[in-house]
């Protein structure tokens, strides 16, 4: 994307993104082509969780489904990937 976007995105100006570039203090991996152009390649943070579910007594079984249930239901709400679930 070009440093012109990603500024946009982040909320701050395209100087000092541009400022930051120069100096390189960019927090991000960037590279200027041969034309002047600055691509800012971006990080993409895939972020995965593992839901833990416990309940205190054999009698509270049960309910050890439904927590799992409102966890995965926020977690996806969240956009966050669920790799593993721990009861």
């Known amino acids: 994307m070009k440093l012109s976007d990603w500024a946009k ?4 100006s395209y100087r000092t993104a ?3 570039f120069r100096s390189g203090k960019l927090p991000v991996p960037a590279r200027q ?3 002047g ?3 800012v ?9 593992v839901i833990y579910a416990r309940v205190s007594s054999s009698d509270q079984k049960k309910d050890l489904d ?3 249930a409102r966890c ?4 996806n709400a969240q956009g966050i990937a669920v790799s593993a679930t721990v009861s």
């Open 9 to 12: 995105k982040q909320g701050i």
């Open 18 to 20: 541009w400022n930051q």
């Open 33 to 35: 082509l041969p034309t």
């Open 37 to 39: 152009t600055i691509i």
């Open 41 to 49: 390649d971006e990080i993409i943070n895939e972020t995965k969780a």
């Open 66 to 68: 439904g927590q799992i």
């Open 72 to 75: 995965l239901s926020f977690a």
